[in-house]
DNA sequence: GTTAAATTTGACATGAGTGTCAATCATGCG
DNA sequence: CGCATGATTGACACTCATGTCAAATTTAAC
């Protein structure tokens, strides 16, 4: 196995997904790719065959490390405490350096069209609401929506949240909304 | 006032805004909008002076049309009814030829950040806050929140909707969730 | 009919970005 | 040690898009 990698990989995906994340995946040229990691363009195509490629290798430490915080997120007993800290958590994610969020940026981005990227879209929603199923389960009782129906509620909203934060910029009108969904969500009394 | 144009403008901005809607912001050249438009992009620069000009021109005509849909949509007495229907509407419209929603391409598009662009789109959603608020207000006995949160968290739902629904193609879906959440608001037994 | 204002047109110079490829270089393995 | 494998590098040939401008053209108004 002579002739091996110089880059650093890990490095490399971080910087593209920084540069991604940014930018967005049509906005992103191969050229910024190599400019922003240090390794060369051709080294790229040699690597990866294309933009596509790359991004999906970047899109998969996106992917883990919002699932990671969603799931810590949830983790509190209380359910009103869980599903608010995930609206927090989400609302904190996308404003770090304004940064808006990867998913649904290529969820609009039309030239990231491929069945590839369609793909890890879908796993990734369809892994958040599989955590909020798990999450929801046990406290069904007190719910006023069945499981399956909130958890959509719950993904659908995050999107929403997301979308409202590049128009209004105003986190805590945000997060105030996200905790009345969560409690026309819960039997109890709301706020 | 000699020397007139020489093309029709209602043309124009009816070419341009299908292209901006297709593409988005960004993606569309000022290449592409003259060859759609069959007017010279000298032309274009001449009587606009650029692409964002000419989006905002074009964007006005799609502002109008949605918030006239919205209008109509939310016009029957029965609550539900006319809620349900915003979403169905809402559904449809941007699930003609796929195009999705120009509003949100626009809001989540990085290079379509100048401020003139930027108030477009705040102006949009809070028409459309709006239009909740007065016919929200005087049924405000019905709901299970105050009449400013149900209508942020509808036009937030609405935005959510936008995104899901290009991952998941899958209108009944959409529009299920949409009546839960309006099952939600109102005070009076579930579906 | 002439004039003057404004539009149209095609060309120009420039800058990004693309994907490929042959030559060069590094290195693990025999 | 040498070599084959594969990575790196820089260049090449393209395409697309940009914004500007002078020349030509159109037409309302006098």
Redesign the interface.
Known sequence: MAGVRQFDEERLLADALAQFW???F??TSMQELAQASGVQRGSLYNAYGGKEALFIAAYRRYQARYIEGVQRALAPPDLRVALSGLFAFSIGYIRTDRR?CLT??T?????AGSPAI?AA??QQ?SDLQALLVERLAPAASEL??PVE?AA??I??????????E???DDPA?LQ??AD??V???LKEA?V
Chains 1, 2 share one sequence.
């Open positions: 940014r930018k967005g049509a906005a808006g649904t940026k969820a609009i981005d039309e030239e369609r879209l879908r929603m006023r929506l129906m959509d509620l993904v659908t909203h995050t999107r929403g949240l997301v979308v409202m590049r128009i209004q009108r105030a909304g009345a969904l409690g026309l969500l709301q």
